[in-house]
């Protein structure tokens, strides 16, 4: 399997402090700020990402040297687009990282403005496009001008600016998931078989191991329990030669909850994806768990929650995503601990080396894992992965994120109101 080429644009270790001379013991210039302090920093053709920007009062003080702030990914296109000329007003493409203090809002029915601090632009140059880890910057630079004082900086900022190849593997299922369809790697034009796709909704013969995970039966032909729950929804991946590699089974009905007709957060569906198990042949080894539930609002949203299944580590499972997806629109689900909102989980969200290594799970090693992005309810959607290669060793590393692609794809459907019938134009019902 070769790569694609994609460059991380990471900006961290954040920390900004205030000069002035010092007063009775206080700091003359400091009462000019009203904390907290936040930073938007912007890309062209990027959507602008908003962060705090911790103060730092002792001058000896430096900030977290690890810390990650904010996170870009550039693909060839992207990288040529910020390297061409631009319109006169920006004839070249700047990283922006723009300083407030305040925070916005309104108190009162009065409306509040966030005050700018100041401006930090670092322009997008050749060595951005030539693949090697690059510092761009990092230490501390005057923002802002002080009239009073002679245009002295108001404020110092300290960031570190750094590029990193980021190789990654793109896939993408050649059709609807439940049509069984072809899974296919992308390079450039050329479109290369990889994976089988085998979806069923009903739990198959006897023979199958996968059916040691189920408890209970199901009678296919009940249509009013079809009705009232969608459960039984199977997804296997199979590699070249036909071997099943992977596959995604729902575990926890999907099913209305009380008084409504739609899943809700209180009782969840869930998926879970597992593997072959390498040393008990025809046997699968459980890796990770999905639940996914409706959120109702002025847009409603299908909120998709992994664990990572780690046996035998302290802890018990590993919280390594929470994402929203429009239910309309679909959206993107990602595995990225630069991206995730940590205070959604009870620890620091942690990386895996591989899909296939438990043992290794170490949170040292962060940033992108997977993303798929995947259409809406009632769309045709042909699932389009992407992997960071330092997470893949082996083929079957890669099939196990298929099969959570794939259950991601479907939990859109499977948290449809149970009360609402399938668009016009939708090729199946369920």
């Given at each position: 399997m070769d790569p694609q080429a994609f460059i991380r644009l990471s900006v961290g270790s954040l920390g900004l402090r205030v000069p002035g001379t010092v007063s009775n013991g206080v700091k003359s210039s400091i009462h000019s700020f009203s904390p907290p302090c936040s930073c938007e920093i912007r890309l062209r053709g990027f959507p602008v990402q908003t962060t705090s920007v911790p103060l730092v009062s002792s001058p000896e003080a430096a900030p977290d040297s690890h810390g990650i702030a904010s996170s870009f990914y550039l693909e060839?296109?992207?990288?040529?687009?910020?390297?061409?000329?631009?319109?006169?007003?920006?004839?070249?493409?700047?990283?922006?990282?723009?300083?407030?203090?305040?925070?916005?809002?309104?108190?009162?029915?009065?409306?509040?403005?966030?005050?700018?601090?100041?401006?930090?632009?670092?322009?997008?140059?050749?060595?951005?496009?030539?693949?090697?880890?690059?510092?761009?910057?990092?230490?501390?630079?005057?923002?802002?001008?002080?009239?009073?004082?002679?245009?002295?900086?108001?404020?110092?900022?300290?960031?570190?600016?750094?590029?990193?190849?980021?190789?990654?593997?793109?896939?993408?299922?050649?059709?609807?998931?439940?049509?069984?369809?072809?899974?296919?790697?992308?390079?450039?034009?050329?479109?290369?078989?990889?994976?089988?796709?085998e979806f069923s909704r009903d739990r198959v013969s006897q023979v199958d191991p996968l059916n040691a995970y189920w408890l209970g039966s199901v009678d296919s032909s009940d249509q009013e329990t079809e009705r009232r729950e969608r459960k039984g929804w199977k997804v296997k991946i199979h590699d070249l030669s036909g071997s099943a590699v992977a596959a995604a089974f729902i575990t926890t009905p999907f099913v209305p909850s009380t008084g409504c007709d739609w899943v809700a957060r209180s009782n969840p569906g869930a998926w879970l994806i597992v593997r072959p198990d390498a040393c008990r042949p025809e046997s699968w080894?459980?890796?990770?768990?999905?639940?996914?539930?409706?959120?109702?609002?002025?847009?409603?949203?299908?909120?998709?929650?992994?664990?990572?299944?780690?046996?035998?580590?302290?802890?018990?499972?590993?919280?390594?995503?929470?994402?929203?997806?429009?239910?309309?629109?679909?959206?993107?689900?990602?595995?990225?601990?630069?991206?995730?909102?940590?205070?959604?989980?009870?620890?620091?969200?942690?990386?895996?080396?591989?899909?296939?290594?438990?043992?290794?799970?170490?949170?040292?090693?962060?940033?992108?894992?997977?993303?798929?992005?995947?259409?809406?309810?009632?769309?045709?959607?042909?699932?389009?992965v992407q992997l960071a290669t330092r997470h893949v060793t082996c083929v079957e590393d890669a099939a196990i994120f298929m099969a959570l692609a794939a259950a991601v794809d479907l939990s859109i459907e499977a948290c449809r109101p149970f009360g609402r019938k399938i668009r016009r134009g939708t090729r199946h019902s369920w």
């Open positions: 060839e296109s992207d990288l040529r687009a910020l390297l061409s000329p631009g319109c006169f007003y920006a004839p070249h493409a700047c990283l922006e990282i723009v300083v407030f203090t305040g925070r916005k809002g309104s108190h009162c029915g009065v409306g509040i403005k966030r005050q700018q601090i100041g401006i930090f632009k670092l322009e997008v140059g050749p060595e951005w496009g030539e693949g090697k880890p690059v510092i761009l910057f990092n230490g501390w630079i005057g923002i802002g001008k002080n009239k009073q004082e002679s245009g002295k900086p108001v404020a110092e900022l300290h960031l570190r600016v750094k590029l990193d190849p980021d190789p990654r593997y793109v896939f993408q299922f050649e059709d609807e998931t439940k049509l069984s369809p072809q899974i296919v790697q992308l390079q450039g034009t050329i479109k290369q078989p990889i994976f089988s796709c080894q459980p890796w990770g768990r999905l639940e996914a539930w409706r959120e109702r609002g002025l847009r409603d949203s299908i909120c998709c929650r992994f664990h990572l299944l780690s046996e035998g580590q302290e802890g018990g499972d590993l919280l390594m995503s929470e994402i929203f997806i429009n239910a309309d629109r679909g959206g993107e689900f990602f595995i990225d601990t630069d991206r995730q909102v940590r205070a959604a989980a009870a620890t620091p969200i942690p990386s895996p080396q591989s899909s296939g290594d438990f043992a290794a799970l170490s949170p040292v090693v962060g940033g992108f894992v997977m993303t798929c992005r995947v259409q809406g309810e009632g769309k045709s959607s042909k699932p389009l």
